[in-house]
């Protein structure tokens, strides 16, 4: 049987939240599993350069990161989990697909043309305070991928390009060098939840809105009591659709409960009781996960070894592939 070779990223440059679960990581465990898939995840460190420059924040966010797959049940055994920074082949790889990317290809990249609009909106020269790594992120992303040649990398919509970009640079390299990259397709799931924040936008760190996975149960309950809701009293039926309650429910509860909290809002509910209904069921599912989380993080050296793990794993292949790379396009001993 031929396996599907699937590549995750995860930024680190952030505390994971209730979103990042339902629309990620709980998503992504759960496909890791399967018997035909073979599943590579990365901590995305150096990607996380581009848009913090906090040393802190990196070093604290890897650690969390890494913790809360682990104590969601990802299966190091099973998958290949590493830190980008671990793989020195990475980066060089990212150079040899630099030399083979157009720039005209990056100048369309959807990040790098925002924020030419962003600075032409207010006044400023269109690079202003654009980094290189802003520019190149794509060429970065195009290495992760192409390193370890996955044929599908799920990403939400808005990374498709990112992913359309790594097959026109991986097929130009193939042209000048030999057929040596697997050209990779995105693999959008539109059937993953996109959860609303406390405010009703979606959740996003961007907006300050969102509810972390493993707060302690009095700080997730303090979280879940500040969703807003309407005016409407207790006896007056509610409409589930509109409602942020209604849909972090409908992402953690069963079909059948889904139903019956339907049925609730039609008669009525008061917002106190069907929040009370929703902390009761949030923490009833990340309870087990949030104790593994804290211990986790009680011991940073575990999480480390098992970091190290994924590398030698990840290596092996990364660095004969690299060599083979090297050598296809003239870097090799004279003799």
Not at 23 to 44: C, H, K, Q, T, Y
Request: hydrophobic share 40%; net charge negative; proline share 4%.
């Amino acid at each position: 049987m031929t396996k599907q070779r699937v590549l995750t990223g995860i930024t680190t440059s952030g505390t994971p939240h209730l979103g990042n679960y339902v629309g990620a990581i709980r998503p992504a465990i759960e496909s890791s599993r399967a018997n035909d898939v073979e599943s590579f995840f990365f901590l995305a460190d150096y990607h996380a350069l581009i848009k913090a420059q906090d040393p802190e924040l990196i070093h604290r966010s890897t650690m969390e990161i890494a913790a809360t797959w682990l104590a969601l049940g990802l299966d190091t055994d099973k998958v290949t989990f590493y830190r980008q920074s671990d793989i020195p082949e990475i980066t060089e790889l990212t150079w040899f697909l630099t030399c083979m990317t157009a720039k005209g290809l990056m100048n369309r990249a959807h990040a790098y043309k925002a924020a030419v609009q962003a600075n032409e909106d207010a006044g400023e020269d269109a690079d202003f305070a654009i980094t290189m790594g802003l520019f190149s992120y794509p060429v970065l992303m195009a290495a992760d991928i192409l390193m370890f040649n996955a044929h599908q990398i799920p990403v939400g919509r808005d990374q498709i390009q990112h992913v359309e970009m790594a097959r026109d640079v991986a097929q130009r390299f193939n042209h000048h060098f030999g057929e040596h990259f697997v050209l990779p397709k995105a693999l959008v799931d539109d059937k993953v939840a996109v959860l609303q924040g406390l405010d009703g936008r979606k959740m996003s760190k961007s907006y300050g809105n969102t509810i972390p996975l493993f707060l302690n149960e009095k700080a997730l309950k303090k979280h879940i009591n500040k969703i807003n809701t309407n005016l409407l009293e207790p006896g007056e039926p509610k409409d589930p659709d509109t409602s942020a309650v209604f849909q972090i429910w409908q992402a953690f509860a069963t079909e059948q409960q889904t139903l019956e909290m339907r049925e609730q809002f039609a008669n009525g509910i008061g917002w106190g009781e069907a929040k009370r209904q929703l902390f009761e069921l949030v923490n009833g599912e990340l309870s087990e996960a949030r104790a593994r989380y804290e211990a986790l993080m009680q011991t940073p050296s575990e999480i480390e070894q098992i970091l190290q793990e994924g590398a030698v794993k990840a290596r092996r292949e990364s660095s004969a592939f690299l060599a083979t790379l090297r050598h296809a396009v003239g870097i090799r001993p004279l003799a």
